[in-house]
């Protein structure tokens, strides 16, 4: 995997905590997950049942509205959706800043208290060391996200007043664009009717086109006027950059500055009006189907939902039947229910109903596991043909290795909420550097016979993610496991170019 590629999802330290009932107690489904899925990749999640797999896939979509950490998506401008945490962010920017600078003391005197101490009692400090530098560094980019190193300016007033300028601006950008989006929907209707009034050798209604046509016009020039609006003010705020430009501490907060929309802050609202970019294919091919409609009706739902179409005509049945047919489906299956198709048929409906949306990026959430072997060849296919046609992007969560080492270009191992090993998938498979990402490749079924090979077996039972170990996590059953494994959570580190492991003893310097 080329790093040259395009970033679609920054996912930093996310978390998705889930509540037991009992006070203080959390299901940590993910505990702190961080990677970047470039645009046009497979990114290949693998682990054991139970590890977070799938929760991880929906925390991305906020399908689950994540507990903590951040998913910055970077496949529309900010102008397009204008979210409201940035104005909030910017108005209290005196507030911010303080509340950073607060946690920055705190954080200084915890690490000069925590360099005092010997070996053996700085593991048991580690941890609230660093959630001390995670707090730190989360205020710190809540700012520094948005107005860059000026977070440092003299003149903390004119930064607050030029940033809620601009917002407000792209406020007005974003209302018009939706305003835009219905009158040319107004406008297809008017002229789509016109056609078919001529095609039957009637007048129609010429009036109703040229006037929508008129209103779409004058929409267009006024998001035109707001965009020039928009480029003079930010060209205002990089003026007030340039005195700066040789400020060591405004280059080092200027580093964070981050034009990606943060899914993870953003309102109902706002992440349903993304709900066509990002997009979900479920497990069962079964239960995900409403067996009261038609495959027409579940493929153009969205469509109407997100305002593709006003109604059910004939356009819409055009593009459905269009869809349909990159999936593999034949167009007599239009009015047909879910319960008259096999698996992988009804799987291939799942997949055309994500793809009608002409999403970016889409979960496939084991949707081949409950396939037949035959059939999930065919379907794993499709999705590969499907991502070349239309550059899309797939995090491709299974437990199958022999399956994801086929269709991924990366493959990240989870353990218990956690990410232990992330590399190429040829690197992972040739060389694993984690202990587990071993066992789980030293699992998979052969028909091989080596006299030399003796088989890794995990010892003792996965932990509870309610009550994880302390330290690794997979400590408990490693056979590598020393005092630092019981303390101090590994970090995930980059050993080798792209090939990512949380591990204080490395399986590469074992061998």
Not at 78 to 94: C, H, Q, V
Not at 185 to 201: F, N, P, R, S
Not at 288 to 317: C, P, W
Not at 377 to 394: E, P, V
């Amino acid at each position: 995997m080329e790093n040259k590629k395009n970033v679609l999802l920054r996912i930093s330290n996310l978390k998705q905590y889930f509540p037991t009932g009992k006070k203080g107690m959390y299901v940590k489904a993910n505990d702190g997950i961080s990677i970047d899925i470039y645009e046009g990749e497979t990114f290949g999640l693998v682990g054991e049942s139970g590890c977070g797999k799938s929760t991880l896939g929906r925390a991305i979509l906020q399908v689950y509205k994540q507990t903590d950490g951040r998913t910055m998506y970077y496949g529309r401008s900010r102008d397009e959706i204008a979210p409201g945490y940035i104005k909030d962010t910017i108005k209290n920017l005196e507030k911010r800043l303080a509340k950073r600078q607060e946690l920055d003391k705190k954080l200084a005197a915890l690490q000069a208290e925590y360099d005092k101490l010997d070996e053996s009692a700085q593991y048991a400090k580690h941890e609230e060391l660093r959630v001390a530098k995670k707090e730190a560094n989360d205020a710190l980019l809540d700012v520094a996200t948005i107005v860059g190193g000026l977070m440092v300016s003299k003149d903390l007033g004119a930064v607050k007043a030029i940033f809620l300028e601009e917002y407000n601006l792209a406020a007005k950008l974003r209302a018009a664009s939706l305003k835009h989006a219905d009158l040319k929907l107004h406008y297809d209707d008017a002229a789509y009717a016109l056609k078919k009034a001529k095609e039957k050798g009637k007048s129609g209604n010429g009036n109703a086109v040229q006037n929508a046509k008129n209103k779409l016009d004058a929409c267009e020039k006024n998001m035109a006027e707001i965009n020039k609006q928009l480029d003079e003010v930010r060209a205002r705020i990089d003026d007030m950059r340039k005195p700066m430009q040789d400020d060591p501490e405004f280059r080092k907060y200027e580093a964070y500055r981050d034009d990606g929309i943060d899914l993870a802050r953003l309102t109902y609202n706002e992440m349903r009006s993304l709900r066509n970019d990002l997009q979900l294919i479920f497990q069962d091919p079964y239960s995900s189907l409403n067996a009261r409609m038609t495959v027409g009706q579940i493929i153009g739902e969205g469509m109407i939902a997100h305002k593709y179409f006003r109604r059910n005509d004939d356009r819409m049945k055009e593009e459905v039947l269009r869809v349909m047919e990159q999936c593999g489906l034949a167009d007599y299956f239009l009015h047909r229910y879910p319960h008259q198709f096999s698996g992988g048929q009804r799987q291939r409906i799942g997949i055309a109903r994500s793809l009608a949306l002409k999403p970016k990026f889409v979960v496939c959430d084991e949707a081949v596991s409950a396939l037949d072997v035959s059939i999930q060849a065919q379907i794993i296919n499709l999705l590969q043909d499907l991502k070349d046609q239309q550059n899309l992007t797939y995090l491709f969560i299974t437990h199958d290795l022999s399956v994801v080492k086929y269709i991924s270009d990366r493959i990240g191992v989870m353990y218990l909420g956690s990410m232990v090993e992330l590399a190429p998938s040829q690197d992972i498979f040739d060389q694993p550097l984690h202990p587990y990402t071993e066992a789980l490749l030293d699992a998979i079924p052969t028909v091989e016979e080596d006299a030399n090979r003796e088989p890794l077996v995990l010892e003792g039972d996965i932990p509870s993610p309610v009550n994880p170990p302390s330290g690794c996590k997979f400590h408990t059953r490693c056979k590598y496991c020393t005092e630092i494994c019981t303390k101090v959570v590994p970090e995930l580190e980059e050993v080798a170019p792209g090939h990512f492991v949380a591990c204080h003893h490395r399986l590469s310097e074992k061998k």
